[in-house]
DNA sequence: GCTATATTTGACCATACGGTTAAACCAACA
DNA sequence: TGTTGGTTTAACCGTATGGTCAAATATAGC
């Protein structure tokens, strides 16, 4: 039918709005139904339950949420701008879609098993072993410190995605106001690199 | 009666328990009372309502979470020696009770308003503030790069926080045991600060 | 226009859940 | 031992919620 692309669309981003705000437990299949302003009976038409609707919108949330910008990862720049990469690209990800880190986080806590099968298909594994890779071959050059290359991801990752996990906590302490938080994060995208790179570099 | 305090301890402790692990619409009474091996109705005997007993345990993880180790952030310590204690004592706090990152980050994103006074409680801002003007004297003698506070601060926080709330992914993607994620924390306090200090400290 | 198929809808169902009640229980004390 | 007051419990209540169903409506092919 002509209209079932429409419906089934309305209904994915109204369902992806509710869940991302309110979780699995706190999102309402009643809330999801007026959101895509159709009858609820039609939500179980299309989508059978709530879990099922659910996991196709984690589902695409989360490959969201790590293709886009790991996928051009093992390019073939060098390591400063792919942490530069890396950064600017996931601030701006997570700056159109704010809900993200904290819907992933959560119902990750709760799921985890069947989340990973998600992950193996982005082959992060291996990209990340890749960038390890490079990183070896530029200390042995002597232009990078040496380190335990599982904590320089996790710092990488870490310094772009929490500040939008903590969002409020942060604004309320440094004293943000919702711009200025917006202006904190566009610096951020030149700050992370610099500061990453001014660990780990070596000045000759 | 004699038996309050010990009824009124398990309670809260059980509801401590549910509370963050399954988030407050995720909880369910009865399971707070299975947990603390009392009668459902007994809960709504000490604590009036859910709304209630959620806040209370609400108020005592923040409480605990903020102050332990904020509280010790304004002593006469060099900016050195505050950091490594900072990174050094909140993982060890999170180590003790790995639900909390999560169970705060995700409360926090449906409540923020009122949550904002048992921040002040703590008096973080002053905290903060008296941390940033020690760091503009060190700059000031040559000592640390200048930068703006807001990020540096924000980087101590995510590179200590962030693992925990992302522990299954983290886990995963650099194929980590449980036993290898605890050692991998281990070394992250003596990381951390060393992290840190090379990107912003000034070698003569 | 008629039939068959896909879609939409209001009404309904069963269950889960937060919360209440009244009776039972129990310790202290007169 | 009987009375009092705090505590515990089983049974119950009203509502919210995920899910179903059969009737109604729209759509497409003939």
Known sequence: MENELVTEEKILQAAMK??????????????IA????????SLHYYFRSKQLLFER???????????????????DLCIDDKIRFFCENYINLIQKNPGFPNFILNELHQNPQY???????????????NFMFQYKEEVAKGNYREMDMRQLITNIISLSIFP?????????NLDLSN????????????????FILNSIKINK
């Open 164 to 172: 939008f996990a903590a969002r409020p906590i942060l604004q309320f």
């Open 34 to 41: 007026d959101e895509a302003e159709i009858n609820k009976a």
């Open 115 to 129: 989340i990973f099968e998600l992950f193996n298909k982005q082959q992060i594994q291996q990209r990340i072993k």
């Open 18 to 31: 509710v869940f991302t705000r309110k979780g699995y437990t706190g999102a309402r299949m009643q809330e």
């Open 57 to 75: 919108i984690f589902q695409s949330v989360l490959t969201k949420f790590l293709g886009e910008v790991v996928t051009k990862l093992d390019s």
């Open 179 to 194: 711009d200025e938080f917006y202006e904190f994060m566009e610096d951020r995208k030149k700050h992370i690199p610099e």
